[in-house]
């Protein structure tokens, strides 16, 4: 700034006023330029940092998915026993007036009344959702995922709620009064299969069933969002 005011100072004084103005002009253009390239340089170091934090986030979000991912499996072979049991029993419908098929096939009714909840780790996505962080991520799929997949988890738990609620609340009370907790193998059980009031829940039982398998592997379910999440988390190495 010095030489700036040294060379202006000589120019006015040499009278030379078409030159100090050309200089006067090419002085702004330079330090126009100096203001740009500050600003470059400010706007990559902002993006260096943002691009160091959104790493950390997906890292984050990697682990819990991954985590995630990993509890919900053994989750989906037991709810699948479970609804495939239901299968089983219908399939085998209208041969229960027969002993031996009733005898076969009660182990399959038994299997039906299991639930299964889920609580995967939320805490990584439920900070994204409430704080500026979440705009740090550049993936527009993953960022879709992720704002949805509190909708997707709930629906699961409403679908496995209602189904244990009509196990406590109907199925269990009815057990209570015309079967036998206390031997389930008994012949007083196995005749609830020949009970049409019985029957007719168990129907309503496998409805919820299928519900709940629908809502853990449909196209939208929850396996494709845990999936789906943790795969597009992952940060390539940068070796």
Known sequence: MKLF???RYDLMRQNKAGKYFKYA????ILVMIGILLALQVNN???NRKDRI???????????DFKKNLQDFYPLKNKQLRTFNSGNVVFRNIKSLHLEKSRDSVFRHATNMFGGYPYHPSNGVVESLISSGDFNLIRNDTLRKYLVSWKDVLTDYTNYVNTDMKFWSNTIEPYVITHGD????????????????IFINMLVRKQFFQKNIVNAMQGENGLE???KEITRLSKV???N
Do not use: C, V
């Open 5 to 7: 005011r040294k060379i």
């Open 25 to 28: 002009i090419g002085e702004i």
């Open 44 to 46: 990559w170091n902002e």
């Open 53 to 63: 934090k959104e790493k950390a986030i997906l890292n984050e979000l990697h682990k």
């Open 181 to 196: 907790f206390l031997t389930i193998s008994s012949d007083k059980n196995k005749k609830l299969l020949i009970d049409p």
């Open 224 to 226: 494709q969002y845990l």
């Open 236 to 238: 390539e190495s940068d």
